[in-house]
Structure formats: C-alpha cells, structure tokens
C-alpha cells in the first residue's frame, strides 16, 4: 500500500470515531468506517480526474469526475 492510501485509512479512521462520538447515527463504528473510507476514496478518485492537466480532455474528465460523484452519491 502507498502513502496516501494508508493516509486516507487514517482519516476514515478519525472521522468515524468523531461521527462515532457524536452518536447522531445507529451505524457502528466499525460501519462508520466502512462508510466514510469509500467516500474517501471515491472523493481521491474524482479529484485525481478534476485537477489533473489532460488539455484537450479537461472537460470530458471533469463530466466523469462529477459522474462518479454522483453514481456513489457522494456531494
């Protein structure tokens, strides 16, 4: 595993034991988790097709970055 998935396990880690804390949800932590690292990746995913520099492809990246999105229901 690279750097920015271990990263990105890290994060899921934390926000999911806050989520967990604030107790605002029935999910258990471990769902949480489970929840929060696919948006995580799904979000790295899109980002990576939105920021890269593909010229004349730009656009057409940014469709399918936002189509992702949308298909995982991630805002």
Same mark, same amino acid.
């Given at each position: 595993?690279? +750097?920015?998935? *271990?990263?990105?396990? +890290?994060?899921?880690?934390?926000?999911?034991?806050?989520? &967990?804390?604030?107790?605002?949800? /029935? &999910?258990?932590?471990? +769902? *949480?988790?489970?929840?929060?690292?696919?948006? *995580?990746?799904?979000?790295?995913?899109?980002?990576?097709?939105?920021?890269? +520099?593909?010229?004349?492809?730009? /656009?057409?990246?940014?469709?399918? /970055?936002?189509?992702?999105?949308?298909?995982? /229901?991630?805002?």
């Amino acid at each position: 595993m690279n +750097d920015r998935f *271990l990263s990105l396990v +890290d994060m899921a880690q934390e926000l999911s034991y806050k989520e &967990y804390e604030k107790r605002l949800t /029935g &999910y258990s932590r471990e +769902d *949480l988790f489970n929840r929060i690292f696919a948006e *995580l990746i799904v979000r790295e995913c899109t980002n990576r097709l939105t920021q890269n +520099d593909f010229s004349s492809a730009k /656009g057409i990246m940014r469709i399918a /970055g936002a189509k992702l999105k949308e298909h995982f /229901g991630v805002e």
